[in-house]
């Protein structure tokens, strides 16, 4: 089913909402970081007053991070007349819906994206998934695995945060310390940077895990920050189009074999569109 049209109503709404929002995120990163740019959270503490500290596991790191950041959220959403809706299950797309107080025809999708710079190439970063591209993003009007269909959603956005790991060798996870060490504690990660981008505009051509049915980011950060992925110049319809195809097209190649189309440039000869814009300056880099 196609997305529907947005109304220029709507798309002022929409526009409004992105501004409000990436407005938000810029007082993030002293909400968690030190003066020295280190994380504000060293560990967790128990009863006895002793602190143990947290494994620089990705998903330990980004759990731990949604919950710092939450409160601001719900602040954010109160001091914009929207109601917060979480996801009911852990699966569902997508992590918040803002439902405005006014009109509940207005929502938006925001999905908590992080990820860390590579230690050897640090204007790259690991990347992240965007989503599936599965049942609820080809039918809009589906609720397998997502809080609202597709379609009620005014836009679909990534809160992300990109941060550096300290050192493995700087931090011992076996360690317990004492309350009045905590400032000696080194934090698993630091040097925090927050944006706010359409998931389109961060796409990638790829897969984002594996055999799951994901769509994967750009891994430049630059890229990313400025909303520059590989359907820039081509627009959201054509990144709905790709993705709700994806591995789907069977076309021949120059040697007649068949094969399933799963790059940009494939889709869009066999669309009879101009691959000159393609955005080519976003591929992926090896992350070791």
């Known amino acids: 089913?196609?997305?529907?049209?947005?109304?220029?109503?709507?798309?002022?709404?929409?526009?409004?909402?992105?501004?409000?929002?990436?407005?938000?995120?810029?007082?993030?990163?002293?909400?968690?970081?030190?003066?020295?740019?280190?994380?504000?959270?060293?560990?967790?503490?128990?009863?006895?007053?002793?602190?143990?500290?947290?494994?620089?596991?990705?998903?330990?790191?980004?759990?731990?991070?949604?919950?710092?950041?939450?409160?601001?959220?719900?602040?954010?959403?109160?001091?914009?007349?929207?109601?917060?809706?979480?996801?009911?299950?852990?699966?569902?797309?997508?992590?918040?819906?803002?439902?405005?107080?006014?009109?509940?025809?207005?929502?938006?999708?925001?999905?908590?994206?992080?990820?860390?710079?590579?230690?050897?190439?640090?204007?790259?970063?690991?990347?992240?998934?965007?989503?599936?591209?599965?049942?609820?993003?080809?039918?809009?009007?589906?609720?397998?695995?997502?809080?609202?269909?597709?379609?009620?959603?005014?836009?679909h956005f990534c809160l992300g945060i990109i941060y550096s790991r300290n050192a493995p060798e700087d931090i011992d996870e076996t360690q317990i310390y004492s309350i009045d060490k905590l400032k000696s504690i080194v934090s698993v990660i630091k040097n925090f940077e927050f944006f706010v981008c359409e998931k389109w505009e961060i796409a990638s051509e790829r897969s984002g895990s594996g055999n799951t049915a994901n769509i994967g980011s750009i891994t430049k950060i630059d890229d990313i920050i400025n909303g520059n992925g590989m359907f820039k110049n081509l627009g959201e319809k054509i990144f709905d189009d790709y993705w709700m195809n994806y591995g789907k097209i069977t076309i021949t190649d120059d040697e007649q074999k068949e094969k399933k189309i799963r790059n940009l440039k494939d889709f869009l000869n066999f669309k009879g569109l101009d691959i000159d814009k393609i955005n080519i300056r976003t591929k992926k880099v090896k992350t070791k």
Not at 51 to 61: E, M
Not at 72 to 90: G, P, R, T
Not at 105 to 123: H, M, Q
Not at 143 to 153: A, C, S
Request: with cysteine.
């Open 1 to 155: 089913m196609k997305k529907k049209e947005l109304t220029g109503y709507k798309v002022n709404i929409k526009s409004i909402f992105r501004n409000q929002l990436s407005a938000f995120v810029q007082c993030l990163k002293s909400h968690v970081s030190t003066d020295s740019d280190e994380w504000t959270i060293k560990g967790f503490i128990v009863v006895f007053k002793n602190i143990y500290t947290i494994s620089a596991d990705t998903k330990i790191v980004s759990k731990i991070l949604e919950i710092h950041i939450f409160p601001k959220v719900l602040q954010f959403a109160s001091e914009n007349n929207y109601k917060i809706v979480l996801a009911d299950h852990q699966n569902y797309y997508p992590d918040i819906s803002f439902v405005s107080n006014e009109d509940e025809s207005i929502k938006f999708a925001v999905d908590f994206k992080t990820t860390y710079r590579l230690s050897n190439n640090p204007e790259y970063c690991n990347g992240f998934t965007l989503g599936s591209h599965g049942e609820y993003f080809i039918n809009r009007t589906s609720k397998k695995n997502i809080q609202f269909p597709y379609n009620e959603y005014l836009g």
